[in-house]
């Protein structure tokens, strides 16, 4: 198993840019989400979902997109980028919330 | 406002000794708290965890205590080896909810060989 894959590694984005971070897991868990980790702030829920067809919003959800048509993938959608989304972005995805299996990240800047 | 708290960033401790990581939590609404490990340029993975229900929870060198009243967790290791050199994130959420999680800031633990 792959479990968690997340691409790209490294972006650079312009302000006013707009760009899809990819997510994609293969242990056929229902929950998937997508975390924020910036110095000094922990680890910060962006959205979640559930299952196929159903999102939520978690913490620090402005700026972002997601939506989830099969299992296997929850891509996060920026829709206009701004130097406050640079950040490294994990993606996790489990059989609950709780124990979840994170990505290795994607270190975003955008200037 | 912090709901999740790990007041100390960094600690360091030798060899075969005991690091014993802190972590206080503000919302009486948590009911289950667990502990990530995270190595650099990797993600996070899940060590531990403890249900309100209990006052400790052991894996082999990893020990999780949860005192309710104090609204205080601790995650002891025993012995400490230099594989344990980390960034330690203590997590809480409410089990009635949507499982979300909460994280703190994170404690680098460092241990000397």
């Known amino acids: 198993n792959a479990g968690v894959t997340q691409t790209p590694k490294f972006q650079v984005l312009k302000t006013g840019q707009s760009m899809t971070l990819q997510c994609a897991q293969d242990?056929?868990?229902?929950?998937m989400s997508w975390y924020r980790q910036d110095p000094g702030m922990g680890l910060r829920l962006i959205h979640y979902?559930?299952?196929?067809?159903?999102?939520d919003q978690g913490e620090v959800p402005n700026g972002y997109n997601v939506s989830r048509s099969t299992t296997e993938d929850f891509p996060l959608r920026l829709l206009s980028a701004a130097p406050s989304q640079t950040s490294v972005y994990f993606c996790?995805?489990?059989?609950?919330?709780?124990?979840?299996?994170f990505g290795p990240g994607t270190r975003l800047t955008v200037t | 406002d912090q709901q999740v708290k790990q007041n100390s960033p960094s600690l360091s401790v030798q060899e075969g000794r005991i690091s014993i990581l802190n972590c206080d939590y503000t919302n009486s609404m948590f009911d289950y708290f667990l502990w990530y490990k995270k190595y650099p340029a990797e993600g996070p993975t899940f060590l531990i965890s403890?249900?309100?229900?209990?006052d400790k929870n052991e894996d082999g060198r990893f020990t999780v205590f949860l005192n309710k009243s104090a609204k205080h967790l601790s995650l002891h290791i025993v012995p400490s080896q230099p594989g344990d050199s980390a960034v330690y994130f203590c997590a809480a959420s409410a089990q009635g909810g949507s499982e979300k999680l909460v994280f703190g800031k994170g404690m680098k633990l460092t241990v000397n060989p």
């Open positions: 979902s559930v299952g196929a067809g159903i999102t």
């Open positions: 403890i249900s309100s229900i209990k």
């Open positions: 996790a995805s489990g059989d609950s919330g709780y124990e979840q299996y």
């Open positions: 242990m056929n868990h229902e929950y």
